[in-house]
């Protein structure tokens, strides 16, 4: 994960961010693959996700405007560690707006998650804004408010 995907900070464990998530309407994400921050740094302490009933404005123009929010998640990868400041115990969240891999929203079509969740397309020069799958560091507003910069 790189910085352009951070969301914000809780001010607590990871298992009490799980927590607050769950709350929020995210669910454990099976299919996560496990994520590193950074070339070197910690690797991911689980991953939550959250089908919305609508887009997010970041989703204009791009392919996932031509999808139904049920096929699309926020996606939210949690990183503990000691805040420098404080000395205390927080949890970093970075994430992203994606196509959901599964493959029973709306249908059972085993084959429409595939490519465009697991070979997405995002903000690079070689892919227009008209094809991104995924959106990185887009935040769900239910997390605005909660999160700290």
Known sequence: MDEVEYLGSYDAYADETATMLRDQGYHYQLFAAEKRRGEDGPTDQGSYARIPEEHPEAAER??????????????????????????RVVTDLYGHYEIHPYPHTPTWDLTRPWPRHYRPTWDTNDDPRSEWTYLRGVRDPRLDGILRP
Do not use: I, K, M, S
Request: charge should be negative; proline fraction near 4%; include cysteine.
């Open 62 to 87: 791009t392919a996932l405007a031509d999808t139904t929010p049920r096929e699309c998640q926020y996606h939210v990868h949690l990183f503990e560690r000691v805040d420098n400041d404080t000395g």
